[in-house]
């Protein structure tokens, strides 16, 4: 191989040197092209790809620096807590709206749980797991109170870190300053996707 490549270069210089520098030129050419499209391409990718990871470094070193709407937003809505698993979400939802209308001055009150359902596919994704499936656990409310307790019970109801969602609010004014409420709240839970008792 290399005796051929020293004929060849022996070959070349036997040309006019109008034609050596034409050559050498195009080799130079084709060269750069060859390494443009391999070499440069593959060291861009390398820069971009660490240009990507130290944006991603800094930003995780950067100051946690909430918005004033932000911390409203929290205030507001108090603790977020994952999906329990279903009879621990229900048991606690249960717990906190008895817990939350004993707190307040309301009468006439009654809780009810009415049903569970499944969340469309693709809700809450990464939480439910291989075989689980996230459900709503769904209660209804109804009490009597003023309008200033009203919204003390709702209030603590859309805070509580075991009710996920408060929904269908109807008020209906009664004697006096009183205003009867129902509403439902809801949980939601992990539960198993497995169907028992078929074989």
Same mark, same amino acid.
């Given at each position: 191989?290399s ?5 060849? %270069? ?6 006019? $040197? ?9 080799? !130079? ?12 391409? /593959?060291?861009?990718n ?6 990507? #990871?130290?944006?991603?470094?800094? &930003?995780? *070193?950067?100051? *946690? ?8 937003? /929290? ?9 329990? &698993?279903?009879? *621990? ?10 817990? #939350? ?8 009150? &009654? ?12 809700? %809450?994704?990464g939480?439910? =797991?291989? =075989? ?5 656990? /769904? =209660?209804?409310?109804?009490? &009597?109170?003023?309008?200033? *307790?009203? !919204?003390?019970? #709702?209030?603590? !109801? ?18 006096? $300053? ?21 074989r």
């Amino acid at each position: 191989m290399s005796h051929r490549l020293s004929d060849f %270069l022996d070959t070349v210089s036997t040309w006019s $040197r109008a034609m050596q520098w034409a050559f050498w030129a195009a080799v !130079l050419t084709v060269a750069f092209l060859v390494w443009d499209s391999t070499v440069a391409e /593959i060291g861009a990718n390398w820069s971009a790809k660490a240009d990507s #990871i130290e944006s991603q470094i800094a &930003e995780i *070193n950067r100051p *946690n620096n909430l918005t004033s709407s932000v911390k409203k937003t /929290i205030r507001s809505f108090g603790d977020v807590e994952l999906p329990r &698993e279903k009879s *621990n979400g229900a048991t606690a939802m249960t717990d906190a709206v008895h817990a #939350i209308l004993k707190s307040n001055a309301v009468r006439n009150d &009654e809780y009810t749980r009415t049903k569970s359902s499944k969340m469309r596919s693709g809700s %809450l994704p990464g939480i439910a =797991g291989a =075989g689980k499936v996230i459900e709503q656990v /769904i =209660g209804d409310i109804r009490f &009597e109170a003023t309008q200033e *307790n009203v !919204l003390k019970v #709702i209030s603590q !109801l859309e805070s509580s870190p075991w009710i996920d969602a408060v929904s269908d609010v109807r008020l209906a004014k009664q004697d006096g $300053r009183m205003i009867r409420v129902d509403l439902a709240v809801e949980a939601w839970v992990v539960a198993s996707s497995t169907r028992r008792g078929g074989r």
